[in-house]
């Protein structure tokens, strides 16, 4: 499939973004895992949470979907899962794959755990290390670095365990390894990250204690609990970037999730100066809410990198089509972790860019944007990857001639209605 893009002259409306990928997933993993029956409100319904719950339905968990969307959970306890029959399949899903690694580790069956190409490629053993320094019996492919990887058993004991890196797949997959241990785990953190299992799980019961970097966890049984998913920033992070770049903007993002470990767009966007304003404030089961006001905006350039990045990994190809219209040079570092998502976002976003006339200049971990106001269109791939799909997307609202989009229907991952959303905005 094909997409022809034309530039916009306005960009009015109230947008409603999709559910938060992160807490859906982490949702109905987790209450499937608890004891008793639990709803899932205004869950994501894209490929990659869909396939958490078949991953989960291959396990034993019993998980329905009412006629209104809700998920319904029944939860069995912490080691009601059974051996599956079958390979696991996550798809395209690395938030499956690593937060389940974490759930099967040192389980008394055998499971493998398996995914589509990109999948196979991305780093895996970040994970596989520290589940088996707790005695998991793992096994994966190229020295345990990529999947398929297989689970044998084994008994989880506690480890004092030093991060390499700031991330929540990480941090979660030893958090659920810690709540079915001998004696629990300690984490220490670089650097913050999303903290949604954190948050949650300390809600359905367990015993998990944060100071600082430091994250304690003891053997816990959870309880379920109803959850409200809220919007997710990184959807609305097209949006952002839409209403400051267009000259003729004003937009209203309703119900977009603000908590402080995700929300660092925000802070990235007010300190190049973006008018955004935030209103109706509100607490969905333990996360922050709020609707959020963007219009046309004169942005200046920044420096982005540090603890930092953990906060807005996801929204970096985004930001970088802000820069382009930033004045100055903007210089994203420390993020060489974009080189193992669902693409290289480093080299594809630098190449796109670039292509299409942006000043910008690749660099190990990160790329320096020259803001020269450019983006002139032309054909590109989305290259499997749905952030940068959606990025061409709003590229396109600015852009001086037509952008071409090969294979944008990949946005159903987490956006299912976005090019829906694109044209209504638009006009």
Partial sequence: MEFYLYKSNSLRGEITIPPDKSMSHRAVMFNSLAAGKAKISNFLMGEDCLSTISVLKKLGSKIDIDSAQNVITYGQGMNSLKEPKEILNVGNSGTTIRLMSGVLAGRRFRSVL??????????????????????????AKNNNENAPIEFRGGELKNIDYDMPVASAQLKSALILAGLRSKDGITINQPALSRDHTERLLGFMGATIK??????????????????????????????????????????????????????????????????????????????????????????????????????LIDEIPIIALAAVFAEGETKISDAEELRYKESDRISLTVEWMRKAGAEIEELKDGMIIQGNGKITGGKFSSHGDHRLAMTLGIASLISENPIEIENPEVSNVSYPKFWETLKIIGN
Avoid: F
């Fill in 210 to 311: 944060t100071k600082g970097l430091k994250i304690q966890v003891k053997p816990s049984n959870i309880n379920g609990v109803d959850v409200v998913i809220p919007g997710d920033i990184s959807s609305a992070s097209y949006w952002l970037v839409a209403g400051c770049i267009h000259k003729n903007a004003d937009l209203t993002i309703k119900n977009v999730g603000i908590n402080e470990t995700r929300s660092g767009i925000i802070s990235v966007l007010n300190r190049m100066g973006a008018n955004i304003k935030m209103s109706n404030k509100l607490d969905y089961s333990g996360e922050p809410v709020c609707d959020i006001n963007i219009s046309t905006s004169n942005l200046k350039a920044t420096i982005i990198s540090g603890e930092e990045i953990p906060l």
């Fill in 114 to 139: 398996d995914g589509d190409e990109s999948i196979r490629r991305r780093p895996m053993g970040r994970v596989v290390k520290p589940l088996k320094m707790m005695g998991a019996n793992i096994n």
